[in-house]
């Protein structure tokens, strides 16, 4: 029915695709200024309470601005120095939207804001608000106006938020280089499978489409919640990916229908009705696969969710109602010049038959490949973001390393205990037990300031008192904090406190976020597995396919883990990309990852078992019908792999590793996805199955014909009569030769 609708008025149809395209444009235009910034933070745990006691109760908080001084000659304690930092200090805490301020000048000149040589001293800060109020108002004057330098000192400015300011920035300037080179590499790559520069076009143009109709959706989505601004990256991403995907797969379909003599309107008529159901099919998985970052309770992966979802929806209407009208409109003109190859003298059907005739042996020698390859993420560490994550040409970065460098301890990310009723009297036994923690140097409290047990400091005024309750300032090691910042939380929150406390600052709040995403991890999996097994089965009618596609899918993505851990987390070709490895890997980037790549992967998928499930629906052939389903699918899955892994590859250029680790963990994913897998474990399985790959139980045979969504079948009535009576109709690799791909 849709079909013959667009085939109708193709003209209107294109006419108000255009329209839509422009006014989405206009929309998604403004959507980047209404996207939100985000904190790695879990809303609700013990270390945001921690947050929301110490500013309420005492006026202050984990600092998130600092500034590095540096005497231009002597030390930070000769005279001069020390009155421009006093100065300093006063003049950042009177700073609109700063909420406190201190420094090594004004605390008692504390070791632990000064480097071991004398020359450096901190001034930290405490601005109250969330990211988009402290990146976006207040850093952007703040920052220039302190970045300076004169006789006397050097001031550089840092600070959580002052890193990830930076990183949004080169991120941006990442994606946007990315894109210049992204789409004139595709659209070579698509004259180069199609042949023809207008069909190329035609395609790239349902990729734009995708990207602004899910950008103009976006927007829509933040007049309910808030949407982080890497939303709008994943956008671009997958929108030129999955709309070209798409694009290759209807026009594909096209071309064969219209060298089997078909008229062009009936032509288009029977693509949407067979391919444009395996997009919605396609579309569904991907989307689900995504849907599943819902139940993280952390807004800058739900946004993920938002962005994967929006691109589905505007890449599947761009590929089903929009392009077939220009289909119609185009006629014969995107078929491709010259002779095309027989499907059985094809590679791909050849390369499947040999594998279908030695299927243990050449499908277990992939899959030890894949295991090999996958293998480094056993020793796989998940750690907390930093500084790190920017080039080392990156101001903020040039700061940190000076810090790493000079300081032995780390006061700018010192954890905060928070007692709303603690009594600040009873506070110095509980702060000598504290610093007696591997890797504490230093507790401040009302009671004094302690290391190794005993008390060095009297007590720095009231600083740590406030209307009721008392606070202590645990200040760790750079050593300890680089080593195991997750631990010292631990061991710290192990420790019995005379009173109730809460235990927060920011490697507190990194942890809490950490294991938020690392607890939900067998779930999302469990979510992302059931959500696209029963996409699969309605699809398909057969439990063995979904779980069989399932299990590929993992061999797939234990690959591009096995890379991240390999590159990214041990540090082997850091010179090659630029980066500083950390030895570990922040979680929720692979999250990220493993959703994109699993619903692409079945996205592959389930464009490879439509050809071969509708071959078997014809011939009712279980062996026959794999080679020669391979080779019509073959082509398109190995030319959108190519032109995907391009997409993802082009943001391994970046210089934010999060882009990186992006860029080229999903192109390798999609490249292994597309040969090992698709090439040789699907055949190598599916011949070792037979008539097992489309096996369900009675009942849920029954349920599949009532709710599942199948073409009419066009089995000869004796193949169908056959099927029914149970008796085979095939067991050798073969297939007719007459049709062509």
């Not at 919605?280 to 998985?285: E, K, P, V």
Request: charged letters at 15%.
């Amino acid at each position: 029915m849709l079909g013959r609708l667009v085939t109708g008025r193709p003209w209107w149809v294109v006419a108000v695709s255009v329209i839509v395209f422009v006014l989405a444009g206009a929309i998604g235009a403004g959507t980047l200024n209404v996207l939100s910034l985000n904190r790695f933070e879990a809303p609700g745990s013990e270390s945001m309470r921690a947050r929301d006691a110490l500013a309420a109760g005492f006026g202050t908080g984990s600092p998130n601005v600092a500034l590095l001084v540096t005497a231009q000659s002597g030390t930070v304690d000769s005279p001069a120095v020390a009155a421009a930092g006093k100065a300093l200090t006063a003049e950042l805490a009177a700073y609109p939207g700063v909420g406190d301020a201190w420094s090594y000048w004004t605390n008692d000149n504390s070791t632990t804001l000064r480097s071991d040589d004398a020359r450096q001293a901190m001034v930290l800060a405490w601005v109250p608000g969330d990211a988009n109020e402290v990146r976006r108002s207040i850093l952007p004057t703040l920052s220039p106006l302190f970045n300076r330098s004169d006789a006397t000192t050097r001031v550089e400015v840092g600070g959580g938020d002052e890193v990830f300011r930076q990183v949004m920035g080169q991120a941006r300037e990442d994606f946007l280089r990315a894109e210049l080179v992204i789409l004139p590499l595709v659209l070579v790559l698509l004259w180069w499978v199609y042949r023809r520069f207008s069909t190329a076009l035609v395609t790239l143009g349902i990729g734009l489409f995708a990207v602004v109709g899910s950008l103009a959706i976006l927007r829509g989505v933040t007049a309910f919640t808030d949407i982080s601004t890497f939303a709008s990256n994943i956008a671009l991403v997958m929108g030129i990916g999955l709309g070209v995907d798409y694009g290759l797969f209807v026009i594909f379909r096209f071309r064969e229908e219209l060298r089997g003599g078909t008229a062009v309107p009936d032509a288009v008529a029977r693509t949407v009705r067979s391919a444009g159901r395996t997009v919605l099919y396609s579309g569904a998985t991907v989307a689900s696969a995504l849907a599943v970052l819902f139940a993280f309770p952390f807004p800058f992966l739900s946004s993920f969710a938002y962005a994967g979802i929006a691109v589905v929806l505007a890449a599947v209407i761009g590929a089903t109602i929009v392009l077939p009208a220009v289909l119609a409109l185009l006629g014969r003109r995107v078929q491709r010049r010259g002779p095309v190859p027989v499907e059985t003298s094809s590679f791909w059907y050849r390369a499947a038959t040999r594998i279908m005739r030695r299927p243990l042996l050449l499908g277990g020698a992939a899959l030890v490949v894949l295991l090999l390859l996958g293998s480094p993420f056993l020793g796989v560490r998940f750690g907390l973001p930093d500084d790190r994550v920017l080039p080392s040409s990156a101001p903020v970065r040039q700061m940190y390393d000076q810090i790493r460098a000079g300081f032995s301890q780390e006061e700018a990310d010192a954890i905060q205990i928070v007692s709303p009723t603690g009594d600040p009297d009873s506070t110095g036994g509980y702060a000598a037990v504290l610093s007696r923690v591997d890797g504490v140097v230093r507790v401040d409290s009302a009671a004094g300031s302690y290391a190794d047990g005993g008390r060095i400091a009297e007590p720095p005024g009231t600083r740590f008192t406030g209307g009721s309750g008392t606070w202590l300032s645990v200040v760790p090691s750079s050593d300890r904090l680089d080593a195991d910042a997750t631990g010292l939380v631990g061991e710290i929150r192990a420790v019995s406190a005379p009173f109730e406390v809460l235990v927060g600052g920011y490697p507190a709040e990194l942890t809490d976020y950490r294991d938020g995403v690392t607890e939900r991890l067998p779930l999302i999996a469990g979510l992302i597995i059931v959500v696209t097994f029963i996409v699969l089965f309605l699809m398909t009618g057969s439990v063995v396919a979904p779980l069989k596609a399932s299990v590929l899918n993992v061999l797939s993505l234990s690959v591009m883990f096995g890379a991240l851990v390999f590159i990214f987390q041990n540090g082997n070709l850091s010179g090659l990309l630029g980066f500083t490895p950390t030895g570990s890997i922040e979680p929720s980037i692979p999250i990220l990852m493993f959703c994109i790549a699993y619903g692409l992967s079945m996205d592959y998928e389930v464009f490879l078992l439509s050809r071969i499930k509708e071959e078997y629906d014809r011939t009712g052939d279980a062996v026959g019908s794999v080679p020669l389903g391979i080779a019509r699918s073959a082509p398109l899955v190995t030319a959108a792999a190519a032109i995907m892994a391009v997409s993802f590859a082009a943001y391994a250029t970046g210089k934010v590793v999060f882009l990186q680790q992006l860029g080229i963990g999903m192109a390798l994913a999609v490249i292994v996805d597309a040969t090992l897998i698709r090439g040789v474990l699907v055949p190598a399985f599916m011949r070792m199955a037979g008539r097992a790959n489309w096996w369900a139980p009675a009942p849920l045979r029954r349920l599949h014909r009532r709710i599942g969504l199948s073409e009419q079948s066009s089995y000869p009535q004796d193949t169908m009569a056959r099927k029914e009576a149970g008796a085979p109709v095939g067991d050798v690799v073969a297939a007719p030769a007459t049709r062509e791909t």
